[in-house]
């Protein structure tokens, strides 16, 4: 069950890079696990789901039931037992593995459009989750002068974003520093 785990989360979280696929991946790791499938063909069905995305058809070897189409996401919690679902949760993930997690869902909240990455509110907030990390590390390890340097600079870089957004947008102004002084 561990390499089934480590297979899992390496190729959901390691080596892909696009969302879709992640969560295309994810289904098909996942549904692997629930069919106690080997760790092997959870893999070919991660290729798989990479050669479909990529060149619109699949391999004639490998297995059909891995198939989905590109914006398709199965529901995977149905199929799943309460045990593997406890295993592949969020809570048994290593730290950058949660870092990246919480980056993603601050674009997510703060985006204007769906392909927005940049604009002063995301920034902010990507901003504040790194300086809440930093903020830890440095609780943890108070020697550590080259992290303290970088929660410096980030503070600093936060700050002039958070003044050119209330000169902009005061009223999004506002509305960030509620939501963000709350967590």
Not at 44 to 73: C, I, L, M, N, W
Not at 101 to 121: C, F, I, N, P
Request: aromatic share 4%; proline share 2%; with cysteine.
């Amino acid at each position: 069950m561990n390499r089934l785990v480590s297979a899992a989360r390496s190729s959901c979280f390691r080596s892909l890079c696009s969302a879709s696929t992640v969560t295309e991946a994810s289904a098909n790791v996942l549904r692997a696990a629930a069919e106690g499938r080997a760790a092997a063909t959870a893999q070919a069905a991660v290729q798989q789901t990479r050669v479909h995305e990529t060149f619109g058809s699949t391999d004639s070897d490998a297995p059909t039931d891995f198939v989905f189409v590109k914006g398709e996401v199965p529901d995977i919690n149905a199929e799943l037992s309460e045990s593997v679902r406890r295993v592949l949760s969020l809570d048994n993930a290593l730290q950058p593995e949660r870092n990246r997690h919480d980056l993603q869902q601050a674009v997510k909240d703060w985006q204007r459009h769906d392909r927005d990455t940049g604009s002063a509110e995301v920034q902010v907030a990507v901003l504040t989750k790194r300086v809440l990390y930093l903020t830890e590390h440095m609780k943890k390890n108070r020697k550590d002068f080259h992290t303290l340097r970088s929660l410096h600079r980030l503070v600093s870089k936060r700050s002039r974003m958070l003044r050119y957004l209330e000169r902009r947008d005061r009223a999004k102004h506002r509305e960030m520093m509620k939501t963000l002084l709350k967590k």
